[in-house]
T-cell receptor, first 111, second 117 residues
Framework: GQQVMQIPQYQHVQEGEDFTTYCNSS?????IQWYKQRPGGHPVFLIQ?????EVKKQKRLTFQFGEAKKNSSLHITATQTTDVGTYFC???????????FGKGTKLSVIP | NAGVTQTPKFQVLKTGQSMTLQCAQD?????MSWYRQDPGMGLRLIHY???????DQGEVPNGYNVSRSTTEDFPLRLLSAAPSQTSVYFC????????????????FGEGSWLTVV
């Protein structure tokens, strides 16, 4: 079945440092989504990427979708304590309703 | 709009008991799904539905049943609870059934914390 690998599992950064999480799929994806889950909370949709090579920005967050549509990344510039949480990628194959989630990257920000 | 509402928020069950986790959405979404979240395992799909009367299995369906008699409701039934079903359960919904769409946001409920002893 489809597998989505996400690294690293944990990341501790000093406030102000940058952060990147990477997502790799075993199959070509139709689209990929990113979610953020705060401690004790539920996943909240951040963005969806659809096109090969697509890059989208949301303030300090930059999302990329690989040319082969099998990998993606989320980069946060100058982290803040409000960025704390677990970031998940979730990929969908063409013709499938199912979203397969990565195991997430838990980000801790040290003030 | 309440979005996606799950009940109960917390539940303790004894092994062998049955129970139903309720999920309702008021956004007229066709697609609804149930995930379980375990430490280090991410979110795993249990069952999903693309419309009333249509359900299908996800990655980890064993021990769970679902039904979709209305667009709004998608209950998850544990038939005979086991300690391995201790987890956090999330219900989610979206429009368009996940097809390629610019408006394809998935909305999650706040979660149901289940402990089986």
């Amino acid at each position: 079945g489809q597998q989505v690998m996400q690294i690293p599992q944990y990341q501790h950064v000093q406030e102000g440092e940058d952060f990147t999480t990477y997502c790799n799929s075993s199959t070509t994806l139709s689209n990929i989504q990113w979610y953020k889950q705060r401690p004790g909370g539920h996943p909240v949709f951040l963005i969806q990427l659809v096109k090969s090579g697509e890059v989208k920005k949301q303030k300090r967050l930059t999302f990329q979708f690989g040319e082969a549509k099998k990998n993606s990344s989320l980069h946060i510039t100058a982290t803040q304590t409000t960025d704390v949480g677990t970031y998940f990628c979730a990929g969908r194959r063409a013709g499938s309703y199912q979203l397969t989630f990565g195991k997430g990257t838990k980000l801790s920000v040290i003030p | 709009n309440a979005g996606v509402t799950q009940t109960p928020k917390f539940q303790v069950l004894k092994t062998g008991q049955s129970m139903t986790l309720q999920c309702a959405q008021d956004m007229n979404h066709e697609y609804m799904s149930w995930y379980r979240q375990d430490p280090g395992m991410g979110l795993r799909l249990i069952h999903y539905s693309v419309g009333a009367g249509i359900t299908d299995q996800g990655e980890v369906p064993n021990g769970y049943n679902v039904s979709r008699s209305t667009t709004e409701d998608f209950p998850l039934r544990l038939l005979s609870a086991a300690p391995s079903q201790t987890s956090v359960y999330f219900c989610a919904s979206s429009s368009t059934g996940g097809r390629l769409s610019s408006g394809n946001t998935i909305y999650f409920g706040e979660g149901s914390w289940l402990t089986v002893v």
